[in-house]
């Protein structure tokens, strides 16, 4: 038996099952808290904290995808730090990277007023497409670094673990040990990754050539000639 | 972004998990595949040709008109000597694989002259030689509308049980070890149950290739629910990574080695008495006849440790809930009854079977072959497991199909493998295959092909011309899966929909479509009442079938709309049961069988050192007509014949070297990779690859009773061979994890 517990979010007094987060007892009630990383199949991270909260007498805002909703907690999921709090993570994602094929993300910056050009001097995180498979392709600079690649390729989904973090800090990127492409590493070419992206800086090789102005037909062709390949 | 014309949800056609797939669907193409993430047998997991092993159904080779034989249309005799005529080229080189689908002997033609020389030439067969002179292959691939329809034309149209598919050469020994120890051949319980086991075998199965997605489960179960997996297989598959423990047993020892856990398990007295008494007979004979199974003797035959048996044993038999998954280690030995009993025995002394999170688990391979064996595409028995030399079967299959009582034959009819040895003068003389491909999947294909050449008429209903469609006087060009519509049965028994993504291509048509088209042409030429082949929507054949065969008898189109229904499901309201056995077994009790050691029909010797076991890959289908002509052949475009590196140094053979596999039956030449996966004295090969077919030197020795042939087991030498021996020397696997 699992103990019930009370707890006011946004003024509504709640009763809620205790070890839920606050995002899974806010949605039950139909309180939309926007989240980007978090993804129903894969362990919530709370890297982009898009989804804070904030809980009365806690110092800083908290992330509603991992923190528990607790007894007698008093909750407020749009207070005018709260926005203010998404509208600056929101900004600071449009100045340094491609969000270009991420319309959630647009409407989010739509829907709390986020300017894309507020930090104009941002040094914007670009780097080349890389087709290094038959599969799919990697565009790193539509690239927010939710995790939700490398967790489905390691135990969230696939045990595979051909992908993870490479570099520090701003120069973080997903990136395969030593560096080596795609076919080199322990990847079973799932797709487990494409599946999960949510800002297309994955995309399975057909979508991408089809963008690239290739018909189908064209493409059809792609694969009946043997790949020429040097022996090492 | 590309935004979809629509998203369809249907069902994968590759292996028998069966997962949910989302086609992303513009201008009539598949862009992109998704699976959604509450999809409950795969949870949005998918492996890559699930994800993106769909580009075959778009490949310039496809045919997508009908073709015929010039000498067909030109009235001519057939020409001798097939061979030939079909698999040469112009310039009269052999025709190598890329190219077998040259068009230069094949004429275009229009539906209406294709189905009518077919049918031209199956009557006159038919009228000339009778009922045993035709045959046919029915497609795993296929739906079960597709198979249930074909089954029914050649029994209902030429009075013929000589009806069957690839399931002959897969789990055969399971299907009849099952029948004879309870009664049912398809898993007890549901894959999805593993997370339920605290401990549980593998063996037999390289599930991480062969089912990804059950392998993940099983992974699930062992990383985050605590069970302990038993892997026992001869391979160090990936599987043995998570492994609590691995018994590397020699190919073809597993009966002394799952006897001999019988027998610790017996003489330890962990045995379950109370379902024993109450669920089993033959108890007391099997107990003596494992005397002699000690594990020191299944470790002289095996090679696996005594103490690892022991270990394995006391493991399973402690188990609270335990389960046995198995794939074709199992039962493509000549041997593959017993094989498969002996792993049932374990089930019966510890009582694992019938509850929830237990049971035996033969996983299927294809992604409808259990539905096609419920459809009836078996020589044995009607749709339903309903066997055909049984008066009041027959009785209600006449009735359902409009025939004379007494018309349907009542003698079984000639297994796969036996078709084709029957096709000489005075057996079997047209052959109709639908997707199968025995020229890749038959063994010893030397023989195969020798076979082939004797057909009289051969036709082949697929989408490309294969190695065996290479054979055939009339082609069919039929649809994929997304082309159809239909249901598929996977091997937990869920029913799940196929449904048309777009239009066939070009003047291809739907598999039940031409198959209902020639069964009229064929009843009117042949002046036979019809069994009716008027319907519109495969879902009315589903209903057919169904209102016959009682597990099927409430499924229709609109309950499996969303989510799948595991079969038996004998009314409208039932929800399906996804764990068998519960009361009892079908045949009432479950029957122990004495078992004794029978090694491999070919054992190895100084002339032939290595034992061959074959197998399959994560990127490839079979005989590759689906996965060869896709882009999962440019992530693994060749052949390697995997050797221990203490072999490997003793041959002089270097990781990549070429080299020549050969056994008393064929050769063929291939990259070596030098590897620990396999152990010492065993060599493994895929046997997707035309250009080095494996099959040309495995052994076609059978098992008596399943008829199934000895896959995993035949004795070969390896000799260093020159690069330009191999089929395409330019072409080389570079991918890390191999």
């Not at chain 1, 517990?5 to 070890?19: F, K, M, W």
């Not at chain 1, 990127?173 to 080596?180: A, E, H």
């Not at chain 2, 899966?481 to 739907?510: C, L, M, Y």
Request: hydrophobic share 35%; proline share 5%.
């Amino acid at each position: 038996m699992t103990e019930t517990i009370h707890l006011t979010i946004d003024g509504h007094e709640i009763s809620a099952e205790q070890g839920k987060t606050l995002l899974e007892v806010a949605r039950e009630i139909g309180k939309d808290i926007p989240t980007i990383c978090f993804h129903e199949a894969t362990t919530a991270n709370a890297l982009c904290r898009i989804c804070v909260v904030e809980v009365e007498g806690q110092r800083v805002l908290q992330p509603a995808c991992v923190v528990k909703a607790g007894a007698g907690m008093k909750v407020q999921t749009r207070s005018e730090k709260v926005i203010r709090a998404r509208r600056t993570i929101l900004e600071m994602l449009a100045s340094t990277m491609d969000l270009s094929e991420a319309p959630e993300i647009q409407n989010m910056m739509y829907e709390y007023g986020a300017s894309s050009s507020r930090f104009p001097e941002a040094e914007r995180r670009e780097s080349e497409v890389i087709d290094d498979n038959p599969m799919y392709v990697r565009d790193y600079s539509k690239c927010l670094l939710c995790w939700r690649c490398v967790q489905v390729c390691a135990d969230d989904a696939q045990y595979t673990f051909a992908i993870s973090f490479d570099g520090r800090g701003f120069d973080t990127q997903i990136g395969t040990f030593f560096d080596k492409t795609i076919p080199e590493t322990s990847c079973v070419l799932c797709g487990q990754c494409v599946g999960v992206c949510p800002t297309g800086a994955l995309k399975p090789k057909r979508e991408f050539l089809l963008e690239k102005g290739m018909s189908a037909q064209e493409i059809n062709v792609l694969n009946t000639g043997r790949k020429q390949r040097k022996q090492r | 972004m590309i935004k979809p014309d629509r998203v369809v949800s249907t069902t994968c056609p590759y292996c028998g998990v069966g997962c949910n797939l989302m086609l992303h669907i513009k201008d009539d193409h598949i862009f992109k595949v998704t699976s959604p993430f509450d999809a409950p047998v795969n949870h949005g997991n998918l492996c890559v040709k699930g994800r993106f092993g769909y580009d075959y159904v778009y490949h310039p080779k496809r045919v997508t008109v009908p073709l015929v034989r010039r000498y067909l249309l030109e009235g001519k005799p057939k020409p001798k000597g097939r061979e030939q005529v079909f698999a040469v080229s112009k310039d009269g080189q052999p025709v190598e694989h890329s190219k077998i689908s040259n068009l230069w002997d094949w004429v275009e033609t229009d539906w209406d002259t294709a189905l009518d020389l077919v049918v031209d030439n199956l009557a006159r067969i038919y009228k000339r030689d009778g009922s045993d002179a035709m045959a046919v292959y029915c497609c795993a691939k296929a739906t079960n509308e597709d198979n249930y329809l074909l089954q029914k034309m050649f029994r209902a149209v030429f009075r013929t049980n000589n009806v069957d598919h690839c399931t002959r050469l897969c789990h055969a020994g399971s299907v009849v070890a099952l029948q004879q120890a309870v009664g049912s051949s398809a898993m007890s319980n549901t894959a999805g149950q593993v997370i339920q086991n605290d401990v549980f075998i593998v063996t037999g199965s390289n599930t991480s290739e062969n089912h990804p997605i059950i392998a993940l489960q099983m992974k699930e179960a062992v990383q985050k629910h605590g069970a302990k997996m038993i892997v026992v297989d001869p391979r160090r598959i990936d599987l043995v990574d998570m492994a609590e423990l691995w018994l590397p047993l020699k190919p073809g020892t597993n009966v002394p080695v799952f006897s001999a856990m019988a027998h610790v398990i017996v003489k330890e007295n962990l045995v379950n008495h109370e379902f024993i008494a109450n669920r089993t007979e033959g108890y007391g004979e099997f107990v003596e006849s494992l005397e002699k199974f000690t594990p020191e003797y299944a470790e002289e035959l095996s090679g696996v440790p005594a103490d690892d048996i022991r270990k394995a044993a006391r493991m399973y038999a402690g188990a609270k809930n335990g389960a046995i998954y198995w794939g074709m280690g199992i039962s493509q030995l000549s041997h593959g009854t017993a094989s498969a009993l002996a792993l049932i025995h374990l089930a019966f002394l510890t009582g694992h079977v019938g509850r929830e999170g237990t049971g035996l688990n033969p996983l299927r391979g294809q992604n409808n072959v259990q539905g096609a064996s419920d459809m009836g595409s078996m020589p044995f028995h009607y749709p339903g497991y309903m066997r055909v030399d049984n008066e009041e079967n027959a009785a209600k299959w006449e009735k359902a199909w409009n025939i004379e009582t007494g018309g349907l034959s009542r003698k079984l009819g000639l297994t796969t493998t036996e078709i084709l040895s029957h096709a000489h003068e005075g057996g079997i003389r047209a052959l109709y295959i639908m997707g199968e491909n025995p020229m890749m999947s038959e063994p010893n294909l030397n023989e195969t092909r020798k076979h082939m050449q004797q057909l009289e008429f051969l036709v082949s209903q697929d989408i490309f011309i294969n190695e065996s469609g290479a054979f055939a006087d009339v082609f069919l060009p039929a649809t994929p899966f997304s082309e159809k519509d239909g249901t598929f049965s996977n091997t937990d028994r869920r029913v799940q929909r196929v449904r048309a993504a777009h239009p066939p291509r070009g003047q291809a048509r739907p598999d039940w479509k031409i198959i209902c088209d020639l069964a009229k042409r064929l009843e009117s030429k042949l002046g036979l009442v019809s069994a009716y082949w008027d319907y519109s929507h495969p879902e009315e054949v589903l209903r057919e079938m169904g209102s016959v065969n009682s597990d099927y008898a409430g499924i229709t189109y609109k309950r499996i709309d969303k989510v799948g229904l595991i079969y038996p499901v004998p009314d409208m309201n039932h929800p399906g049961t996804p764990t068998l056995f519960t009361e009892s077994f079908p045949r009432g009790r479950g029957k122990f069988h004495t078992l004794d050691y029978v090694p491999v029909r070919e054992e190895v010797d100084d002339e032939y050192p290595f034992i061959l076991t074959t197998g399959r890959l994560l990127e490839h289908w079979h005989g590759g007509t689906m996965t060869r002509n896709s882009s999962l052949n440019e992530a693994y475009p060749e052949a390697r014949v995997e050797i221990h590196p203490a072999d490997a140094e003793i041959h002089g053979i270097r990781n990549g070297d070429p080299v020549k596999v050969q056994s008393r039956r064929g050769e063929i030449v291939v990259r070596a990779t030098v590897t620990e996966k396999t152990t010492i004295g065993v060599v493994f090969l895929p046997w997707h690859f035309a250009e080095a077919a494996a099959n040309l030197l495995t052994n076609d020795a059978l098992d008596p009773q399943a008829k199934i042939p000895e896959f995993k087991a035949c004795a070969v030498q390896i000799f260093p061979a020159r690069k330009r021996d191999l089929a395409h020397p330019e072409v080389v696997l570079d991918r890390g994890r191999y």
